[in-house]
């Protein structure tokens, strides 16, 4: 099992930067990646960012490329999502989500990709 506790959302003008984290624990699973999906009210789940555990691989949806970095501290098990220049229409919940498989042929942007998922993170972006 992987438990993972995403913090950092709330409520911010337009063009403004959030840092989300996310806490991943885990006992006896190896993670092999971690990803950032974000969700609006009425929408489907949506792809932001994904990162390999380990080298330096990241993947970004393009509507946010540019603006969004995702990183991690392996040391922390803990996944990190920088948001600059944030619009209004990223108001989302934004959930943080754990790859325990192996990674190969992984669709980054597909959700049942993924093997945990955290409880998500309130994202207010206003105009």
């Known amino acids: 099992q992987v438990q993972l506790v995403e913090s950092g959302g709330g409520l911010v003008q337009a063009g403004a930067s959030l840092r989300l984290s996310c806490a991943a624990s885990t006992r006896t699973l190896s993670i092999n990646a971690m990803a950032w999906f974000r969700q609006a009210p009425g929408k489907e789940r949506d792809f932001v960012a994904a990162i390999r555990w380990s080298g330096d691989s990241s993947y970004y949806a393009d509507s946010v490329k540019g603006r969004f970095t995702i990183s991690r501290d392996n040391a922390k098990n803990t996944v990190y999502l920088q948001m600059n220049t944030l619009k209004p229409e990223e108001t989302a919940v934004y959930y943080c989500?754990?790859?325990?498989?192996?990674?190969?042929?992984?669709?980054?942007?597909?959700?049942?990709?993924?093997?945990?998922w955290g409880q998500g993170t309130q994202v207010t972006v206003s105009s």
């Open positions: 989500a754990a790859r325990t498989t192996r990674l190969f042929g992984i669709r980054w942007y597909d959700p049942s990709e993924y093997d945990y």
